[in-house]
């Protein structure tokens, strides 16, 4: 059963792209009922109504979100008897506007740091309203996915694994990976659908942090 409030709530910032400024937010430890509600009445809809206007568009299907068919309340369900995964969510203005899950028993593949622990990121997305890759309206909020990548560095810290992080990667956030959160791209992973595998070191952790916020 999924939980009723996260384990712990801290305060951050995204930029509010139509305000142009920074406004207060929060970083929840943990998905809950909440974030899923939020989810399937406000998530899906939108969503919906964005693949309309791309089939309308005649844009090819290739193009579209490569997560619309993720199913977060199974995702959840699937985890939650599993000390090793955690989850993560962000919420402004009474909405939920990012989730992740992670895993905390992979091991790292990158030179210098095979074989060490790290923090293996599953699943990450932003709401609709919050993506530039979907037709609609400019994004909403900027700074979802840094501030969830964040977590996941962070968490990696915590748990002893010096702020090592690893993932596979939908192609459409590629560049997301490389060029913002500045991890290595250890190329096409033939063994999981052939997404591109990423790794965070702890010098990349520690200039991906001092960057800031608002990407």
């Known amino acids: 059963m999924t939980a009723t409030q996260p384990s712990e709530i801290r305060a951050i910032e995204l930029y509010d792209n139509a305000g142009k400024d920074f406004v207060e937010a ?19 809809p939108e969503l ?14 290739r193009f579209w979100p490569q997560s619309r068919h993720w199913d977060w309340r199974a995702k959840l369900k699937d985890i939650e008897k599993r000390l090793a995964n955690q ?3 962000l919420v402004c203005n009474g909405m939920t506007q990012a989730m992740m899950t992670v895993d905390t028993t992979k091991r790292a593949r990158l030179e210098g740091q095979q074989t060490q622990h790290l923090v293996y990121v599953d699943y990450l997305e932003a709401a609709p309203w919050n ?13 979802c996915g840094t501030e969830l990548i964040l977590a996941a560095v962070e968490l990696s810290i915590t748990e002893g694994f010096k702020g090592r992080v690893g993932l596979h990667s939908l192609p459409q956030a590629n560049r997301f ?3 913002r959160c500045g991890m290595t791209d250890l190329g096409q992973d033939k063994t999981y659908e052939n997404l591109r595998y990423f790794e965070i070191t702890l010098e990349q952790a520690q200039v991906f942090i001092g960057k800031g916020k608002g990407a």
């Not at 919906?48 to 309308?56: A, F, S």
């Not at 993506?131 to 700074?143: E, K, L, S, T, V």
Request: glycine share 8%; net charge positive; proline share 4%.
């Open 26 to 44: 929060q970083r929840w430890h943990g998905v809950v009922d909440k974030n899923l509600a939020d989810w399937e009445a406000e998530w899906m």
């Open 48 to 61: 919906q109504r964005r693949l309309k206007l791309l089939n309308q568009q005649n844009v090819e299907r």
């Open 87 to 89: 989850s993560f969510a």
């Open 131 to 143: 993506r530039g890759d979907i037709a609609g309206d400019p994004p909403r909020y900027r700074g």
């Open 177 to 179: 990976y490389a060029n």
